[in-house]
């Protein structure tokens, strides 16, 4: 990990960068903030740790944990509400039998997150799952999505 | 210079003064929750809103800077309508438990709240609810009370340049954090605690000992270095029950983590009251008269013996410049040696 | 020898519909045929597909010497007709060819800031030199003084297009005039209205004009470094912006001496990190320094004390984007068009129920029933209008009866609305204006920064009370203590998110109290939309017995055998109403 927190410091250094680029280097790189990366750059910059954990609670960027290994964003823009996005993302939380305040499964297999509005509008609902845009969602469909993931870990298993 | 109307009343000030200095400067009273004379402006607690002619809006008096020729209301229906929602707002994310709380009578929201009356409250809803107790020594850090004024946040990076603690988080979820949220860890000095205008932050020590009924307030030096900061003991029952500092000492209301929460030493068992002397190996309680009598004789004894300089003196940083000064003059002219210094450490 | 062109639209709502498949065909089908054609990417505006048109998408414009045909809902497997019947024997292939609606979209419209967006290749810095382009900046630069440059924008009228609508031409005035050693000009390109992707396209699809606006304002003020804050959920835009300013830098457009005028001025790209009060200047500002992104008082404004305390001019992407044309066409030019306070024109997200949803440039000042059912088509499954929600979260919504209000900054603030940046979401009767109420509370809710209690535990608040009325929890007095708070809020509250947080509770009270009532008096939700006021039945008769929805049903709430009619058990039914969306029968009915 310090091999890839220090060629992250050397990048940093030689451009006009601040502690969200550092943070936006590190969730990019590892998937989330880990505790390990802001002790690293507050003492090798002389930041106090408290303004990285300022930073990172406040941009939905970053995350403190690790995520699930597939991603599903759910688009919360005006468009896709209308279109009934809120429905289907409950439908989701059942399918993925998300806990309460949770967005990522007990196996670490699945992250669902709401962001505001992707800038897709004309085909709401937006649905983003491991980066491929699926536009003009419906529930059905994205189920089968979630479910054909889920079949193709127990195959692998 | 620049020269204002505060509800009429002209106000000459610097250049730079903002309208809420200028105001307090002229004896008008406007309500604030997070201005503080030592801190830069933040604009967040919304209390400190005039009206100044020519502005579509209200302003934050305390980021407003005075200019020539503005006229200022500190005060209207409005305006007290604005306050009074703001502090509902407020109180319906408080535990107002006020009669457990160890700040009360000190607690400026409470003060506030008092002011304006606000017995019931139009707004009702969630509140924020931290289970986690922080464990440090000194602090307590009771977060559902804060008020998110960011005193604490400021006074720690622009005074004290430490840093402990930084804004987390954003809106209704916002809170003071640690990194990490573990638990403090920093030098304690509490200068966060005395400027925490409400019970957030608070002395470990303070608990239940008494606020204001039966406890005196008793103006001091502190005793710990030769600084002289000036502190309040908050005496009852003969105990000191609290350490705060006043704003017009030398040391303008900042002390260190000794002379804020290093007090319990004063009432301690196992703190020495009388001088002892060691005989047949066991220490004796015994007179100052007796104890100084022995040592000028010890002394004496050495140096007819091995002359001055097998004599040093080492003094400390907790006296005062005057009592080192009487020190070295006591080594150098009664013992007759230069083998004198101080630990200058705390 | 003919001269072959195939333009494919390859933004993300191009590629979601398979854009890059049908590139990838046209590719392969050219090939196979032996043809020398060049398949080059079209312009597209980025998830919305080109030419705003994205309903339509994949759309195909093939170009046979001069003779542009346009296809719609082009999939992989039409390809090869399309390559067989029309490149290769010159018969366009009538039945994929867009229709009226394809043609009333753009007709309808009036094209400024995105007159090169969709016909040139956005990642080709030539293209965009080939449509006149840098040629402002190089007048400007060569013959103008800042301060002419300044009076030029200030006679077009040009006012700011992210939502404030302050004359650029005065900004860029009083900062030209401050004296500091450094200046800053920010390209505010973090589009955070839900609904909103105005910005995205337009550097999406040129992304150059926005370089030469930012240069031009540079000169005006005197800026010697430039910044463009982006929102980074906007991966293909970013990564266009910085091949853009690459081939800027490579041909002189930006760095030292700027095409030998003497003038030094580069711009860097400052990625944004998911915060929409970043929108807001001083949070931006202390953005870019790395910090959370909190708003600050004004005064001072960022035109005195910016970015590093130092004086800062902060203008949108459309607002920029109109510089270059304004340069080239004259002030005049610009001024002739627009009312009279509000001059140019404006592009709009046109999205939510409606036909041709997708991205609009129309002359400030049109009525908003020209822009809904002229360029729009009017409502999807020809529902009845109800509502077009405009200025996202800052914003209102306008009914029916005042579609004919004109669409400029004066008037839509005078009907309890904004233009805002831009975003205009059609709602029909079957939205619930309580729960378009609710919905941009939980936004703001989220997204405000905390620092001042109006906004952190006024918002909050407010959600709380509409949540209740949504739940039929609702009480009397409900709706006058969210209008006096809401009033309050907005007069209290430190920046223009919290100033501006109410406005979709006020304006749908204002307009649609009688919903409100209902919810609350009843414990109705007239339009269907409200979970807890709902639920969902099978109708015996209609139902078939498929399965369907027992399959899809995630709380397993629906029984029944096959062939046979199915029942949902309405206390473990959790109302997500996939049910009602796979029954081909419409045998699930909801109430």
């Known amino acids: ?54 930073v990172a609670t406040f941009y939905a960027q970053f995350h403190l944990n690790p995520r699930g290994k597939h991603v599903i964003t759910a688009c919360c823009g005006t468009a896709c509400h209308v279109k009934g996005s809120e429905r289907l993302i409950n439908g989701l939380r059942m399918e993925l039998g998300l806990a309460e305040g949770h967005e ?54 | 210079m620049v020269t204002l109307k505060i509800n009429n009343i002209e106000a000459v000030v610097p250049e730079g003064t903002t309208v809420l200095e200028a105001a307090r400067k002229a004896g008008i009273y406007i309500p604030a929750l997070c201005q503080h004379p030592k801190l830069t402006p933040f604009g967040g607690c919304r209390l400190c809103l005039v009206e100044i002619k020519g502005m579509p809006r209200p302003v934050t008096s305390c980021t407003t800077p005075a200019a020539e020729g503005m006229e200022v209301a500190t005060t209207s229906p409005v305006i007290e309508r604005l306050r009074r929602t703001v502090l509902e707002l407020i109180l319906s994310d408080h535990p107002n438990d006020c009669m457990v709380c160890e700040q009360a009578g000190s607690c400026t929201l409470q003060e506030l709240a008092y002011e304006y009356g606000i017995r019931e409250n139009r707004f009702e809803g969630e509140r924020r609810k931290y289970a986690r107790k922080d464990g440090n020594p000194f602090i307590e850090r009771d977060l559902e009370k804060c008020i998110m004024c960011g005193r604490c946040v400021k006074i720690c990076d622009e005074v004290q340049g430490v840093e402990a603690i930084e804004f987390g988080y954003r809106g209704f979820d916002a809170k003071i954090c640690t990194p990490f949220e573990e638990d ?21 020590l303070w608990s239940k000992k008494g606020r204001q ?77 007796d104890a100084l009598d022995l040592i000028a004789d010890k002394l004496k004894e050495v140096k007819a013996e091995h002359g001055p300089d097998a004599i040093a003196g080492l003094s400390s940083a907790r006296c005062t410049n005057e009592e080192n000064y009487a020190f070295q003059k006591f080594i150098r002219a009664a013992i007759g040696t230069n083998n004198v210094d101080h630990c200058a450490r705390l | 020898m003919h001269n072959i062109l195939v333009k494919v639209c390859m933004g993300t709502g191009g590629i979601a519909a398979g854009g890059d498949e049908v590139l990838a065909a046209f590719n392969k089908e050219i090939a196979e045929a032996g043809i020398t054609a060049s398949v080059e990417k079209k312009c597209s505006t980025h998830q919305v597909g080109c030419r705003g048109l994205c309903a339509k998408d994949v759309l195909v414009d093939v170009i046979i010497n001069d003779r542009k045909v346009t296809y719609q809902h082009v999939r992989p497997e039409m390809v090869s007709r399309i390559v067989k019947e029309h490149i290769l024997e010159n018969v366009p292939v009538a039945e994929l060819v867009a229709g009226d609606d394809y043609h009333n979209f753009h007709d309808k419209q009036f094209k400024v800031v995105l007159s090169d967006c969709g016909s040139i290749d956005p990642e080709d810095i030539d293209a965009y030199i080939a449509v006149e382009g840098y040629t402002s900046a190089q007048k400007v630069l060569g013959s103008m003084s800042p301060e002419e440059t300044t009076d030029l924008i200030k006679r077009s009228g040009l006012r700011g297009r992210g939502g404030a609508g302050f004359p650029t031409g005065t900004k860029w005035e009083i900062a030209g005039k401050q004296v500091s050693d450094r200046k800053y000009i920010i390209c505010n390109a973090d589009e955070g209205d839900p609904g909103a992707f105005m910005d995205r396209s337009v550097i999406e699809g ?51 001496s700027i095409m030998g005028s003497g003038f030094d001025f580069d711009i860097l790209v400052k990625l944004g990190a998911g915060a929409f009060v970043c929108g807001e200047e001083t949070a931006l500002i202390a953005s870019i320094e790395g910090q959370r992104g909190m708003p600050r008082a004004k005064p001072p404004f960022p035109v005195y004390q910016g970015l590093w305390g130092k004086p800062t001019v902060i203008n949108n992407v459309e607002t920029l984007a109109n510089v270059s044309y304004i340069v ?185 109290r009688h919903e409100y009532e209902a919810h609350i008096n009843d414990k109705k939700c007239p339009a269907g939309v409200c979970r ?60």
Not at chain 1, 7 to 26: D, F, G, H, M, S
Not at chain 2, 192 to 201: D, E, M
């Open chain 1, 1 to 54: 990990m310090k091999e890839k927190l220090n060629k992250i410091l050397q990048e940093y250094k030689t451009k006009e960068a601040n502690i969200i680029y550092l943070l936006q280097e590190t969730e990019e790189v590892f998937g989330y903030i880990p505790r390990e990366a802001v002790d690293y750059f507050a003492e090798e910059l002389s930041i106090a740790p408290s303004r990285f954990y300022g």
């Open chain 1, 104 to 157: 990522t499964t007990a196996d670490m297999e699945f992250t669902l997150e709401k962001v505001n509005c992707v800038g897709a509008c004309s085909i709401a609902p937006v649905f983003i799952i491991n980066k491929k845009v699926y536009g003009k969602s419906t529930s059905d469909r994205l189920i089968k999505e979630v479910r054909s993931m889920k079949e193709a870990k127990q195959a692998d298993a």
């Open chain 2, 184 to 204: 403090l860890d920093c030098e304690f000095c509490g200068q966060c605690v005395s400027v925490c205008p409400t019970g957030a932050l608070t002395g470990k």
């Open chain 2, 213 to 289: 009924l039966g406890v005196r307030e008793v103006d001091s030096t502190c005793p710990y270095c030769g600084t002289g900061c000036m502190l309040t003991y908050h005496v009852k029952d003969n105990e000191i029950v609290r350490v705060t500092s006043k704003e017009d000492g030398l040391n303008e209301g900042l002390l260190c983590v000794k002379g804020r929460f290093a007090y319990k030493y004063v009432n301690s068992p196992d703190r020495l009251r009388k001088p002892l002397i060691k005989k047949d190996g066991v220490f004796v309680e015994t007179s100052w008269d």
């Open chain 3, 206 to 256: 040129n992304p150059h004009a926005v370089i030469e606006g930012m240069i031009i304002g540079a000169y005006a003020i005197g800026a010697y470094k430039g910044y463009v804050y982006i929102r980074a959920e906007y991966p293909l835009a970013v990564e266009r912006l910085r091949k853009a300013l690459d081939d800027a830098r490579r041909r002189n457009f930006l760095g030292k």
């Open chain 3, 328 to 512: 080239r066409k004259g002030a005049e030019w610009f001024a002739s068009f627009g009312t009279e306070k509000s001059k140019g024109t404006k592009v709009f997200a046109l999205t939510g129920k409606i036909k041709n949803s997708g991205l609009i440039e129309v002359p400030m000042g049109i009525p908003l029933r020209q822009i809904i059912y002229d360029i729009g088509g009017g409502i999807e499954g020809d529902r009845q209008f109800k509502a077009v929600q405009t200025g996202g979260p800052s914003g209102g919504c306008i009914p029916a009866d005042l579609l004919d209000t004109p669409v400029d900054f004066e008037s839509l603030a005078k009907v309890g609305s904004i233009v805002g940046s831009g975003g205009m979401v059609v709602l029909d009767e079957t939205d619930c204006m309580v729960n378009i109420a609710k919905f941009f509370l939980e936004f703001t809710r989220g997204e405000s920064c905390g620092k001042c209690v109006p906004c952190r535990i006024g918002t909050k608040r407010l959600l709380e009370i509409l949540e209740r009325i949504t739940k039929g929890e609702g009480r009397p007095g409900d709706i006058e203590l969210l209008e006096n708070m809401s009033v309050d809020i907005k007069m209290a509250s430190l920046c223009g998110l919290g100033q501006t947080a109410p406005n979709p509770v006020l304006s749908t009270i204002k307009y649609f």
């Open chain 3, 532 to 591: 807890d006021l709902l639920t969902y039945m099978v109708l015996p008769d209609a139902c078939k017995g498929c399965g369907a929805c027992l399959r899809a049903c995630p709380a397993k709430a629906i029984t029944g055998e096959k062939k046979k009619p199915h029942a949902i058990d309405p206390s473990v039914c959790i109302k997500c109403g996939a049910c009602f969306d796979v029954c081909k029968f419409k045998a699930v009915k909801k109430e």
